[in-house]
């Protein structure tokens, strides 16, 4: 049942979410009750639940499944998005090709990445933390059953001049271009659905996470003009 919120008197319209994305957010029944009387209220959220449950891994997993996108999408579209999806396993079940794909890993863990559910930063594994995950996995599946194995992503690496916190650094980096999304729906009827800008992350090669506010990664800008890159610089052409 949908109810209207109100505080000091006024109408809430819009709950924007700075937390609420962990368990460690919910330690009582009492912040349970407060998402649920937001969620309940016919103010507008950001996210909502269900686009919230969407950000879990086990969506990343079905897209890269035979068939899944074709439901949604032409053969075109699932064909151009697929460009951008590495292998990705769910470590669930105990099966043969979940045990030969932790024993690649765990030869080559400068391959792969072990996530959990969640986004946010500070979830996934790395390396060497990735081979004592897995090894203690081999010996208790139990330990994987919330886990995901994904390819690492290949990226291209330049150097930058780094600004964190105050302080400058000069280092190899990396960098993610992501797109932000507007939708707004009223139950299952559509309202507005657009692009709403891009974000750039840049961060240290080495460094797994990449999260702005861990202090991981900086905002970037992207250049979109013509370039070459020469021994880790890029050499921008005349505007």
Not at 23 to 36: H, M, Q, S
Not at 41 to 61: G, N, R, W, Y
Request: glycine share 8%; charged share 30%; with cysteine.
């Amino acid at each position: 049942m949908a109810y209207y919120y109100y505080r000091h008197g006024k109408e809430i319209g819009l709950v924007y979410l700075r937390a609420g994305y962990t368990p460690r957010d919910y330690p009582t029944d009492a912040e349970w009750k407060g998402r649920e009387i937001l969620e309940c209220s016919m103010a507008i959220k950001c996210p909502s639940i269900d686009l919230h449950l969407v950000t879990f891994k086990i969506f990343q997993e079905h897209f890269g499944q035979k068939d899944f996108l074709e439901k949604y999408l032409t053969p075109a579209e699932c064909a151009k998005l697929r460009e951008f999806l590495t292998d990705f396993w769910s470590l669930k079940d105990k099966t043969k090709e979940a045990e030969e794909n932790i024993k690649k890993a765990i030869e080559h863990p400068e391959e792969y990445v072990v996530k959990s559910h969640r986004e946010g930063g500070g979830n996934n594994y790395y390396m060497e933390e990735l081979r004592k995950v897995l090894m203690e996995g081999q010996k208790d599946w139990n330990t994987l059953q919330s886990l995901f194995l994904m390819e690492k992503i290949a990226t291209t690496q330049v150097n930058s001049y780094l600004l964190v916190n105050g302080e400058v650094s000069y280092a190899k980096t990396v960098s993610e271009y992501s797109r932000f999304g507007v939708f707004i729906s009223d139950k299952s009827k559509m309202l507005q659905n657009y692009d709403g800008g891009h974000l750039v992350r840049t961060k240290k090669a080495e460094v797994g996470e990449g999260g702005v506010a861990m202090g991981s990664a900086v905002i970037n800008i992207p250049y979109t003009g013509d370039y070459t890159l020469k021994e880790g610089r890029i050499e921008l052409e005349e505007i």
